[in-house]
Nanobody, 118 residues
Framework: QVQLVESGGGAVEDGGSLRLSCAAS????????IGWFRQASGKERELVAS???????AYADSVKGRFTISRDEAKNTVTLQMNSLKPEDTAMYYC????????????WGQGTQVTVSP
């Protein structure tokens, strides 16, 4: 079992920055891939970024060059640094965990809201 708690959401203006954190606890969290998802009102949930270690990370095309995901294994924390935010980045952001090599994210946090105003 892995417990995930997100923090760091808020409201910023177009072009602003936010840093989201996902604190993981429980069973062997370093053996999991951590992903950041987002879901905007009326839209499907999408995977924004994921990371296994510093050599293995991936991003959605819509955030490449603007978002950076990083992992601090000592603190069991995954951070999503979001720069050059746009109104279309407005969504509820969730972190989730899955076993490496599997498809399904099994563990989810409660989410944190990000709002970007024009």
């Amino acid at each position: 079992q892995v417990q995930l708690v997100e923090s760091g959401g808020g409201a910023v203006e177009d072009g602003g920055s936010l840093r989201l954190s996902c604190a993981a606890s429980g069973r062997a969290p370093t053996n999991y891939v951590i992903g950041w998802f987002r879901q905007a009102s009326g839209k499907e949930r999408e995977l924004v970024a994921s990371i296994y270690n510093r050599f293995s990370s991936a991003y959605a095309d819509s955030v490449k060059g603007r978002f950076t995901i990083s992992r601090d294994e000592a603190k069991n924390t995954v951070t999503l640094q979001m720069n050059s935010l746009k109104p279309e980045d407005t969504a509820m952001y969730y972190c989730a965990a899955k076993f490496r090599g599997t498809q399904e994210y099994m563990y989810w946090g409660q989410g944190t809201q990000v709002t970007v105003s024009p």
